[in-house]
C-alpha cells in the first residue's frame, strides 16, 4: 500500500522516479509537503520511504499520516480504504467481456469532447514572451524568507496552462492562474534559485531568487522546522563547526535518532565562475556513533542554474553515494564511487578544482572524479554543507587563477 502512496505522489510532482532523484531533490519535497501541510518530514526520512535509505523500521502512522494528507486524502487510513477500493473496482473491471450501450454513447460523447478540445488547440495564437511580466522579490534579509512572485500572463491563451518554476530543477513547476498577478512561497533554506514562468511548457520569462546568508549560517534538520543556530554556537578560530555539546542544548541526541546538520553560506563572492575556480577545505564528520554508521557528508557549490555535489562516508557506504556532475547525477549503485570513501579519523582534504570547462574532484590529494563542466561559465553563489549527526570544517579557500575571493580559518593547519 505504501507503494502506491509512493507512485501517487511521483505522480503528481512530475519528477520522474524516486530512485532517481537527488539529495536537492528530497530536500524540495519536502518543503512542498510543508507549505502544503504545515508538517515536515526530513530529507533522511523521504529517503527510507523511497527506498533510498536504510531502513530502520517502519514508517510510523505520523508520517504516513503526513504523505497521505500531501496526496490529497484526510489521513493514511482514508488513503488506504481509497486504494483498496480502487484496487477492487480494477479487478472487477478485468472481468467485463463485452461493451454495454451507455458505455457506447459515453465513449462516443468522450471522442466529440476531445475533438472541441483538439480544434480549439490548433487555434490557439502563438506565444510572444514580450507580452508577459515576471518578477520577484524576497521579503527580508533573513533565514526563513519568503518570496512574491509578481507577474502577468494575462495574454495567454484561455487554455494555456500557466507555471512558475521555482528553481534551475524544470520538473519542479506549479500551476498557477492566468487571471492571478501574485504567487508567494517561503524558503527555510538559503540558496541561489532561477525562477521561470512558464506557459505551455515554454519559459517566457526569467528571474532571478537569491536567498542569502550574512555568514556561516548553521541548521539542524528536523521533520518539523530547521533549528537555526546562533553565530557563537558554529563558529571559533579554526573554522565552522555544529558539536555533540549543540545538539544536547537543542535535547537532540543523535544516537537515537537520524540527525542531520548543515552549514551554509550564501552570498555575491564576486567575479568568480565556474570555468575557472578553486575551492579547497579540511572536512571531518565528527560523529563515531550514528544509527547509519556512515558518517556521511556532501559539499554543494551553487551556481548560477544549479549545483555540484560531492558526497563523503565511510569506506563501506559509497553504494549510498550520489555524485552531482553538474546537470548529472552519477548513482554510487550503479557506479564505482570507492574513491568517494573516507577515514573520518582525522579532517579529510576536499579540493575541486576547475579550469577551462573541466573540473577535477581531489580526495586526500588523489584524484577521485572528474566531469565536463557548462558551456557556459556561470557565476558561483554558495557552498552548502550537510552533515549526518555533526562535522567540522576547517581551512576553506575559494579562489581562481588571479585572486582569493574567500578564506576562513589557519590555512597553514
Same mark, same amino acid.
Given at each position: ?12 510532482? #512530475? ?6 532523484? $537527488? ?6 519535497? $519536502? @518543503?512542498?509537503?510543508? @507549505?502544503? !501541510? ?70 462516443l460523447m468522450g471522442i466529440a469532447i476531445l475533438a472541441t478540445i483538439f480544434g480549439a488547440l490548433t487555434t490557439r495564437k502563438s506565444i ?62 538559503? #540558496? ?9 511548457? !515554454? ?72 570555468d575557472d575556480f578553486d575551492l579547497s577545505m579540511a572536512v571531518k564528520n565528527t560523529f563515531e556513533q550514528g544509527l547509519s554508521g556512515c ?36 548513482? #554510487? ?7 568517494? #570513501?573516507?577515514?573520518? !579519523?582525522?579532517?579529510? $582534504? ?25 558551456e557556459t561559465p556561470r557565476h558561483i553563489k554558495g557552498i552548502v554543507i550537510h552533515f549526518e549527526g555533526t562535522g567540522a570544517i576547517q ?16 590555512? !597553514?593547519?
Amino acid at each position: 500500500m505504501i507503494d502506491i502512496l509512493v507512485a501517487q505522489i511521483e505522480e503528481r510532482l #512530475g519528477w520522474g522516479s524516486g530512485s532517481e532523484w $537527488s539529495n536537492r531533490d528530497f530536500e524540495e519535497l $519536502s @518543503d512542498l509537503i510543508f @507549505d502544503s !501541510t504545515k508538517k515536515r518530514l526530513s530529507v533522511t526520512t523521504l529517503k527510507r520511504i523511497w527506498g533510498r535509505a536504510e531502513l530502520v523500521a517502519n514508517p510510523s502512522s505520523a508520517t504516513l499520516d503526513i504523505l497521505s494528507e500531501f496526496s490529497g486524502h484526510k489521513n493514511w487510513r482514508e488513503f488506504a480504504n481509497s486504494a483498496a477500493t480502487n484496487t477492487a473496482v480494477r479487478s472487477k473491471k478485468k472481468h467485463v467481456g463485452r461493451f454495454h450501450l451507455p458505455t457506447i454513447v459515453l465513449i462516443l460523447m468522450g471522442i466529440a469532447i476531445l475533438a472541441t478540445i483538439f480544434g480549439a488547440l490548433t487555434t490557439r495564437k502563438s506565444i510572444d514572451a514580450s507580452e508577459f511580466e515576471f518578477k520577484s522579490r524576497p521579503v527580508s534579509d533573513e533565514i526563513p524568507n519568503s518570496v512574491i512572485f509578481e507577474y502577468d500572463a494575462s495574454a495567454a491563451d484561455d487554455l494555456a496552462k500557466i507555471e512558475i518554476q521555482q528553481s534551475w530543477d524544470k520538473n519542479k513547476r506549479v500551476a498557477i492562474n492566468r487571471q492571478d498577478s501574485v504567487a508567494t512561497s517561503i524558503y527555510y533554506r538559503p #540558496g541561489f534559485f532561477k525562477s521561470k514562468l512558464v506557459v505551455d511548457g !515554454t519559459i517566457v520569462k526569467e528571474y532571478d531568487v537569491f536567498i542569502q546568508t550574512k555568514d556561516w549560517l548553521g541548521v539542524i534538520e528536523r521533520d518539523s522546522l530547521p533549528i537555526y543556530l546562533k553565530k557563537e554556537e558554529i563558529k571559533d578560530n579554526n573554522g565552522v563547526s555544529v558539536s555533540h555539546e549543540t545538539l544536547a542544548e537543542y535535547g537532540i541526541d543523535p544516537k537515537t535518532i537520524n540527525v542531520r546538520s548543515s552549514l551554509y553560506l550564501v552570498k555575491d563572492f564576486g567575479g568568480i565562475y565556474t570555468d575557472d575556480f578553486d575551492l579547497s577545505m579540511a572536512v571531518k564528520n565528527t560523529f563515531e556513533q550514528g544509527l547509519s554508521g556512515c558518517r556521511s557528508f556532501q559539499l554543494y557549490v551553487l551556481y548560477d542554474g544549479g549545483a555540484i555535489g560531492i558526497p563523503l562516508a565511510k569506506k563501506g557506504c559509497a553504494s549510498n553515494l550520489n555524485v552531482l556532475a553538474f546537470d548529472k547525477t552519477i548513482d #554510487g549503485k550503479r557506479n564505482d564511487l570507492s574513491a568517494f #570513501g573516507v577515514d573520518f !579519523t582525522n579532517f579529510v $582534504s576536499l579540493e575541486l578544482i576547475s579550469k577551462l570547462g573541466v573540473a577535477r574532484i581531489l580526495i586526500n590529494g588523489e584524484q577521485a572524479y572528474t566531469m565536463n563542466g557548462p558551456e557556459t561559465p556561470r557565476h558561483i553563489k554558495g557552498i552548502v554543507i550537510h552533515f549526518e549527526g555533526t562535522g567540522a570544517i576547517q581551512n576553506v579557500e575559494l579562489k581562481s587563477s588571479a585572486r582569493m575571493f574567500y578564506s576562513l580559518g589557519d590555512t !597553514t593547519l
